[in-house]
């Protein structure tokens, strides 16, 4: 199944700009409140929760990271996708710098939507062009076509 | 992934009893125990394999509760290998 669906313009961050992972988490949660307007009262919660699973063991590999929570009381699933073109360490399994994060906070109940979506997000991290071309995307509109294209059917 | 060196292989099945699957961190614990030993580690789902030293080929698997993994190793220490992702999987949540 695509969670393509879950995307939009908004939900592309393409310039993350901070140094290490304590602020790019920040800016993250702050895409996903921009994104999801029941968000916007829980933000520093939200922080506190992708902070303490982060700290639990690291998502991140291959220049990507998947950084995801869940909390308790939201209706739906918000998703956004940063880039940070020069990369930032992450404490990555592989000890390289990533440059592509897919962050979601889901609702506690989802949890069978929630395998699916970590399986979408890491088929498309895994084609071998994904982390160089979104380096490289001139618009939020073509990190979310590359994500079309790469998807798995 | 550097060539494991040749010499002894082995392989054995598990039912993943963690309610939410494979995810995120069985997928991390899985790939902190690979990194311990010498051998290539294959993780086998519903005839899709993964790599078990990349979390993203692990999570790639989707494999939910209740799905059945082959793993295959390869390599000088390949059966100690085996036994430890084997443990990983039949766990309900990584310590």
Redesign the interface.
Known sequence: MSYAHLLSDRSVLLDLASGDADGILAELADGLVANCAELAPRRDELLAAMRARES???????G?A?P?VKLTGISRVAVVVGVHRGGVPFRA?DGEPVHVFFSAVRPTET??Q???M??W???I??HEDFVSFTRKARSRQEVLDLLNELAPA | MPEAPAGTSAAGGAVVVNPLGIHARPSHAIVLAAQDFAARIELEHEGRRADARSILSVMTLGVPCGGRVTVRAQGPDAERAVAAILEILARAEPR
């Open positions: 639990q063991g690291s998502t991140a590999s291959q990507v998947i995801h399994l949890a069978e929630h395998l699916g970590l399986r997000f890491a088929s991290a895994q």
